[in-house]
Structures are given as C-alpha cells and as structure tokens.
C-alpha cells in the first residue's frame, strides 16, 4: 500500500512538472498558433491509384469517392474521369458511365494512352447500345401493350 502511494505522488510530481515546462514553451500572447487542416487530399494521380485498388476490389463506394477527389483536385486529369466512368459502367449509371468517358477522352492529351482510348470507344459504344431498345423488344411491348 505505501509503495502504491509512493507511486500516485511520484506520478502527480512528474505529471506537474510537465505541464510547467509545456506552459512555458507556449508562444507570447498575441501570437496564434498557424492552424493545419485536418485533412489534406493526396494529389489525384494518387487519388486514382487508391481508386483503382478499390476498383479490384469491387469496393465501388470507396473507388467512386477516390476518382471523384482526383477530378476535383485537377479537373483536366484524365484517368480521374477513366475512373469514374468505369465504377458508373459497373453499378449501372449508364449516362454518368458515357459522360465521365467523354471528359476522359476530352482531357486526354494528344496520343496518349491510344489502347485505354480504344477501349473507352468500345465501352462507350456498349452503353449506347444498352441504351436504346432494340426494335424486336420495341415490337414485343406494343404486342403487350394491345
């Protein structure tokens, strides 16, 4: 018990001891300490690299919020929209899906990435069709609807 006690004295010594020395380190008054966000984005190549984890994750919700970070950081950064348009494809946002593809190909520079472009082309092509009713279910929901 008095060896307990020894140690509750000591640590409230050491305890006061410290906050007189953080006390006097404090700045003079007058001067504010600078304020540091609390949270500071990563820039958006990095935005899409983490995105395109979660993409092959199939975590969808956390890919769609990195690609978006990346296209609000630098709204002419390509593969942020490449992103996107590929999670809009997957969880069935077929007209987000072919607008960010549009921005992707908008903001692509000159040659680059010619294959990724080829692609989003085909991708593009898809929703598009996916879109439209075909003329056979056209027929079909007349014949229902007679």
Known sequence: ???????VVLLAALGAVARFELHAQ?????????EKPLYVPPGPAKSVEVGNFYLRKRDYR????????AADADPTY???YLGLGKVYE???LRQKALDAYRKY????????DAEDAKAVHRAMNRLERQAKPS?????AARSRSN
């Open 26 to 34: 404090e700045k003079p008054a007058g001067t504010e300490p600078e």
């Open 90 to 92: 997957k969880i069935g």
């Open 78 to 80: 390509a593969d942020a």
């Open 1 to 7: 018990m008095r060896r307990l006690l020894i140690g």
């Open 62 to 69: 956390a890919a769609l919020s990195r690609f978006k970070e």
């Open 105 to 112: 190909l908008d903001a692509l520079p000159s040659e680059k």
């Open 135 to 139: 003329p056979s279910a056209k027929t």
